[in-house]
Every structure is written in C-alpha cells, then in structure tokens.
C-alpha cells in the first residue's frame, strides 16, 4: 500500500451535495426535452415545486403549476 502525503481530505458535505446535484439533473432530464405548452403531471404540490425550483435555477425556463379536478398537479412549460 502507498501512502501519500499533503492530500487535503476532501469535505463530505460537499461530495454529498454535488451527488445530489447529479441525481436531481438525471431525474429532471425530461423537462429539456419539453417545448413550449407540453405539460406533466405529478402526484403531490411539492414534487411540482421541487421540478420548477430547480428548473428556474438551473434554466431559462419557466413552469407554471395548477390542481387538475383529479387532485394531481400539472406543470406547464410557458417559456
């Protein structure tokens, strides 16, 4: 085994950020893919918020929400 030195230890924090990152950008994918007026619909208020927050931080996107009269929420791509 080599042992090396000066190797600064690199923070768990951040190593944990940047997977979550990763994942959230894999799982969004679909939302590049979307044009102007398609639509998607997720079960929960908070799964449509987690998609558009992290679309508008990490786009020039925008989504808009509404509760459909089956008590899921669609996002609309407007922009």
């Not at 969004?28 to 449509?48: C, H, N, P, Q, W």
């Amino acid at each position: 085994m080599k042992i090396d030195k000066g190797i600064p230890v690199a923070s768990a924090r951040s190593t944990l950020s940047e997977k979550r990152k990763a994942l959230k950008k894999i799982k969004f994918l679909f939302v590049y893919d979307m044009e102007i007026g398609d639509s998607f619909e997720v079960e929960t208020r908070k799964e449509a918020t987690l998609v558009q927050s992290y679309i508008n931080r990490m786009t020039t996107m925008d989504l808009v929400q509404r509760s459909m009269p089956n008590g899921k929420i669609r996002v609309w791509r407007i922009k």
